[in-house]
């Protein structure tokens, strides 16, 4: 099924340990997204990635690296994490082009435990 | 900078009764509007957009107009389910966010049987 593809799905990682969110889209998207799903916060915006070769930071880039390997691949780094990460990443992507986003395609999200 | 307030949930509702969430925004151009369902579990889907002002998008039995006049969006739909028990997210894309989407803090709907 075409979508955006997150791995992995669930993942519990100890304070100051490393790992790599990987996201991978099949819709020919230029522009990937991360956020953060928090209760009662909303989707907060940790990265995008306008087009191949690009990248920038949202409202909440602290903490994070990202990648983007290929117009299909966007990939989220913690590079040593903190309890305050524990949330749910969703990535997206989207067409956007004449000034006009035509809406994000979600994955279905890695629930993130740091303890 | 841009903004979206939606109503606060919430909602619980009875099966086949009317639904309104309120959604309103501040925006410096001309956003485009959207309205995304997340059902348990899951990913964000779109569940309609409207990209003008006075345009209506639908889908599912959801409707939701694009007033500028009062910068509103308020998704509706005449008669719920149960299977409609998600919640509820508005957002806007504006040229001023570079066309990221900006979200509201989402509303949860329950629809008892």
């Known amino acids: 099924n075409a979508g955006v593809t997150q791995t992995p799905k669930f993942q519990v990682l100890k304070t100051g340990q490393s790992m790599t969110l990987q996201c991978a889209q099949d819709m020919n998207h230029n522009s990937m997204y991360w956020y953060r799903q928090d209760p009662g916060m909303g989707l907060r915006l940790i990265y995008y990635?306008?087009?191949?070769?690009?990248?920038d930071k949202g409202e909440v880039p602290n903490g994070y690296n990202v990648s983007r390997l290929n117009k299909r691949e966007f990939s989220l780094r913690l590079e040593s994490a903190a309890p305050s990460q524990t949330s749910v990443y969703f990535c997206?992507?989207?067409?956007?082009?004449?000034?006009?986003?035509?809406?994000?395609?979600f994955g279905s999200g890695t629930r993130l435990t740091v303890v | 900078g841009d903004s979206v307030t939606q109503m606060e949930g919430p909602v619980t509702l009875s099966e086949e009764a009317f639904l309104t969430i309120n959604c309103t925004y501040t925006?410096?151009?001309?956003?485009?509007l959207f309205w995304y369902v997340q059902y348990p579990g899951e990913g964000l889907q779109l569940l309609l957009k409207?990209?003008?002002?006075?345009d209506k998008g639908s889908n599912k039995g959801f409707e939701a107009t694009y007033r500028k006049e009062t910068t509103s969006f308020h998704l509706e739909k005449g008669s719920v389910q149960v299977s409609d028990s998600a919640v509820y997210f508005c957002?806007?894309?504006?040229?001023?966010?570079?066309?990221?989407?900006?979200f509201g803090k989402g509303t949860k709907l329950s629809v008892k049987p």
């Open positions: 409207a990209t003008k002002a006075d």
């Open positions: 957002a806007l894309s504006d040229r001023g966010s570079q066309g990221n989407l900006i």
């Open positions: 990635s306008a087009s191949e070769g690009t990248t």
């Open positions: 925006a410096t151009g001309y956003p485009s």
């Open positions: 997206a992507s989207s067409e956007f082009f004449g000034g006009v986003n035509y809406g994000y395609t």
